[in-house]
């Protein structure tokens, strides 16, 4: 474990890329090959179920994210072999050289954590972690992980955030936006427990186990329809989180939404202050409006912007929010939100800017709170 | 601004844990009977004007924690019956936002310095005198 | 700020706005006097079958939803008539207390009552659909002109809603056909296109009022605890809808289909607008029926109701969102008896527009869409 903190330490690069290092990208998409990458990492009982059922040889693409969907695949991204985010050189030539982050965090989305048998996801789990540090961070001082967890126990995944804790590469816990119970509910709190313990932000990433539709109506045909849909989602995960107390639990806690879209978050907060002026007697440990528990505890990936380009926007975001600390800088690499380096929708050299890339991450990671652009020697 | 001084009802109009609704100078008044101290609040919510007198006389519902309820100052609290908005009786202020409520010193004897800052949250109030059986409200 | 909702002479000037305007209320809801009346609207074998077995829905209590309100009978505190019915149950009090005291022109009904469209039977659905479509006009519109009906029927089974759609579609006294947003499968789905044809043909509004029972949970993240959470699921049903309905292609189908969103607020509308634009320009392999931006189709086909008026700190913000949706398409409501009820001089307040648009927004509006004089 020292060896891993003097190692993201000591061997940063140089001020370099796009932003000169002082940035953090809060959302790339890393991706396992193929379950057989995972083979190594398990214990021979594992091993042993995983080649006589024929589990190595299956694909966990999950529904919520189709891997070649244009909006998923950068065209310029898309590995000449293999699953589109699964190759280092790409993620390190194309994206993280060109952009010159100090820091990228990587998100896993797998499926193994859609598994329902609890044991089965908890191991696929241990071992996608594993394999992360291994074949990914191991290889980067820049990149740094989110600590992917069975999403089905959340009593196991409290374990495997323990076992994680030590390396501090590892700088939050991951969940996704839609599975089986809102966010806020009681039976994730070893999670969030655990969590605070080790100072991890819970990231939630865009992304549904399914147990739910995505609308409110039922099923419907396209995956665009559910990629808008996520928004929907995050918006139910903030009436949730303030609303089954989470933050008044965990006053350290935050939360940080990936993926999510952004301009939808103040309609919503205009209206959930509204409505707990009259109900608030139904959750009295909120005790100041909603919206205050949000801008304290809620943080936003930047990317994908949606709004037009070029509207002034997230100038407008802010004002609206009253806050300039709650977006995060993102790419979302290497999904298709933007074209060649326009990953910011305002001026780099501006205040808000540096605040976006550089100031709120810092704030929001307590393991990247020391990160400095310059080389150490 | 000079205030007059109205005879709206009875004592025993206003039974303890109840409100009563009278006119004054021009204004709906809802009239409280805490324990046989009387309030007096416009009958008006800031919200969107619903009538406080036909709203439901409660405590103030507080939880340190989620899951562990408790009430505290039982009656002395009115829900608007329309949006819900609480407000203290003694005190017109809403709690539904505390940091912009404030006190309207439409009566004598508080504290001059107390912030006069008015806020949609604010149910007013009037100074209530009670001579031998009649309710008397300054407005 | 919103200091000045405070102010007499801010209201009394809102009030003067509106002095002489007729205002349209897009949003009343009748109730029944006493839990029977239905059935003198109700052939013999479903009055046998409601005594017997009553509704049938796809949730856990039979006759109550699993987050209770937070106002008895969902209404406002004095919203109860002294001569015992229920809030909404007695037009001689409704008249009173809202539509005579409030100037309302002309009410739009919207009856939730027993969810004729979320039965499982889908006999006694129809049946039901018949019943309070006949009592709207028997104990409402009849009784008193200013209020239009709204046919509602049974969407899960084509035939029957159109059998029941053409019943009532000549006849001028209802206005629009009434769909719950929590049907079976999303509303732009081609299972519900014979509805949206009928609708065109007869020039008929679709209404898409917020709620209904279709056994999913209201959030894509399963069962929320609490009723603030609950609530603002009226939020994500609306835009699951305009999703659902841009997407598939509805509005290229029926491309002179109008459809009215009731009590969803109106705030969250342009930065769904933006999100749908912008996805949909990178996958628009997927849904290659689209031959427009999603904004545009919402732009030209979608109404929004004012009530619950969204409330942000600062006025403007309103305004803004406003004008984002088109002024043209937003609708006064008041939700009347319903405890979130909206009165028409607060939301003329709140709205810092000239005259002429505040009044295209209490009435125009409406009475352009609906054909009202």
């Known amino acids: 474990m020292q060896d891993q903190a003097a190692h993201s330490m000591a061997a940063q690069r140089p001020a370099s890329g796009l932003f000169g290092g002082r940035a953090v990208d809060c959302d790339v998409h890393i991706s396992v090959p193929s379950v057989k990458a995972l083979l190594p990492y398990l214990d021979s009982y594992w091993r042993q179920q995983f080649l006589t059922r024929g589990i190595d040889r299956i694909s966990w693409n999950m529904t919520s994210d189709p891997p070649n969907a244009p909006l998923m695949i950068r065209p310029d991204r898309r590995p000449a072999n293999g699953r589109p985010g699964s190759d280092f050189s790409i993620l390190k030539d194309k994206h993280l050289d060109l952009f010159g982050p100090s820091a990228a965090i990587a998100n896993c989305i797998y499926g193994g954590m859609a598994l329902h048998s609890e044991d089965m996801a908890a191991v696929v789990c241990t071992a996608v972690n594993d394999w992360i540090a291994a074949e990914w961070l191991d290889r980067d001082p820049r990149l740094r992980a989110s600590i992917v967890v069975p999403l089905n126990n959340p009593d196991l995944a409290a374990e495997e955030i323990e076992r994680r804790a030590g390396d501090p590469r590892f700088v939050q816990v ?18 969030y427990a655990a969590a605070s313990r080790h100072g991890l932000p819970i990231g939630v990433h865009a992304g549904s186990l399914y147990h739910h539709p995505a609308l409110a109506g039922g099923y419907g045909s396209y995956f665009l329809e559910d990629y808008v849909a996520q928004a929907f989602g995050f918006e139910s995960c903030v009436l949730s989180l303030v609303s089954e107390g989470v933050f008044a639990k965990f006053p350290e806690l935050k939360f940080v939404f990936m993926e999510s879209g952004v301009t939808w978050l103040p309609a919503a907060l205009w209206r959930f202050d509204k409505t707990w002026r009259g109900v608030r007697a139904e959750i009295p440990w909120v005790k100041t409006p909603p919206s205050q528990v949000v801008r304290d505890h809620i943080r936003l990936t930047l990317q994908p912007f949606d709004a037009p380009d070029g509207a002034g926007r997230l ?9 300039d600390e709650m977006i995060l800088f993102s790419t979302d690499f290497p999904h298709w939100h933007f074209d060649g380096e326009d990953a910011l929708p305002i001026d780099a050299a501006s205040p808000l800017a540096r605040k976006i890339l550089w100031d709120n991450p810092r704030a929001t990671y307590p393991r990247l709170n020391a990160l400095s652009p310059e080389v150490a020697a | 601004m000079s205030k007059s001084r109205f005879v709206v009802a009875r ?54 924690e989620p899951g562990h309820y408790r009430i505290v100052r039982d009656g002395e609290f009115v829900r608007c019956p329309w949006h819900g908005w609480e407000f203290d009786i003694r005190t017109g202020k809403s709690w539904c936002d505390p940091e912009k409520s404030r006190v309207r010193a439409y009566q004598t004897g508080i504290a001059s310095g107390s912030d006069l800052a008015e806020g949609p949250y604010v149910a007013e109030t009037f100074k209530v005198s009670v001579e031998e059986n009649y309710i008397v409200v300054e407005i | 700020m919103s200091m000045d909702l405070l102010d007499p002479r801010e209201r009394r000037k809102a009030g003067g706005a509106l002095q002489g305007l007729g205002v349209v209320d897009c949003d009343i809801h009748p109730q029944f006097a006493t839990p029977g009346e239905i059935h003198d609207f109700l052939p013999e074998r479903w009055r046998d079958y409601v005594r017997a ?21 969902v209404a406002r505190g004095d919203a109860w008539p002294p001569n015992g019915a229920p809030p909404g149950g007695d037009l001689a009090f409704m008249q009173a207390q809202h539509l005579d005291a409030n100037n309302v022109d002309h009410g739009m009904l919207m009856p939730l009552n027993r969810g004729p469209g979320n039965q499982r039977n889908l006999e006694y659905g129809a049946a039901l659909a018949t019943a309070v479509n006949d009592w709207q006009i028997a104990c409402w519109v009849e009784r008193d002109p200013r209020l239009h009906a709204s046919i509602v029927c049974t969407q899960e089974h084509a035939p029957f809603a ?16 009434m769909l719950p947003p929590k049907s079976l499968e999303p509303l732009g789905r081609r299972k519900y296109w014979p509805i949206y044809e009928a609708a065109q043909a007869h020039d008929l509004p679709i209404a898409l009022h917020v709620g209904g029972v279709n056994g999913y949970s209201p959030t894509g993240s399963g069962w929320p605890s609490y009723y603030i959470e609950e609530q603002h699921t009226n939020v994500q049903g ?14 290229e189908q029926f491309p002179k289909l109008k459809v009215v969103l009731v009590e969803g607020g109106v705030a969250w509308a342009p930065a769904l607008k933006w999100r749908l634009d912008k996805h949909w320009k990178r996958l628009k392999s997927e849904a290659p029926h689209l031959k427009r931006l999603p904004s545009e189709y919402i732009r030209d086909h979608f109404w929004f109701t004012t009530q619950p008026l969204d409330e942000p700190p600062d006025d403007a913000d309103l305004l803004e969102t406003f004008e984002l949706v088109g002024l043209d398409r937003i609708m006064f409501s008041t939700d009347y008896p319903h405890w979130d009820f909206d009165e028409p001089s607060f939301v003329a307040a709140k709205l810092r527009i000239g005259p002429e648009k505040l009044r295209a927004i209490m009435s125009g509006n409406a009475r352009e869409l609906y054909g009202l004089s």
């Open chain 3, 162 to 177: 159109i059998a029941e759609i053409e019943r009532c579609a000549n006849d001028p006294r209802f206005s629009q056909i």
């Open chain 3, 53 to 73: 077995y009553g509704g049938f829905y796809r949730q856990p209590l039979a006759d109550t939803l699993a987050h209770p309100r937070m106002a008895p009978d």
């Open chain 2, 11 to 64: 004592t025993s109009d206003v039974a303890p844990g109840t409100s009563h609704r009278v006119s004054a100078g021009g204004r709906d008044i809802a009239l409280f009977n805490l324990s046989g101290d009387y309030f007096a609040l416009g009958d008006r919510c800031p919200h969107e004007s619903g009538s406080l007198c036909a709203g439901k006389i409660v405590g103030f519902a507080e939880a340190d």
């Open chain 1, 174 to 191: 991951l969940m996704l936006a839609m599975g089986e119970q809102p966010l806020g509910k009681r039976a994730h709190w070893p999670i």
């Open chain 1, 315 to 323: 100038e407008r975001f802010c004002e609206q929010m009253k806050t």
């Open chain 3, 238 to 251: 609306m835009q699951g809808l305009i999703t659902s309905m841009v997407i598939e292609g509805v509005f």
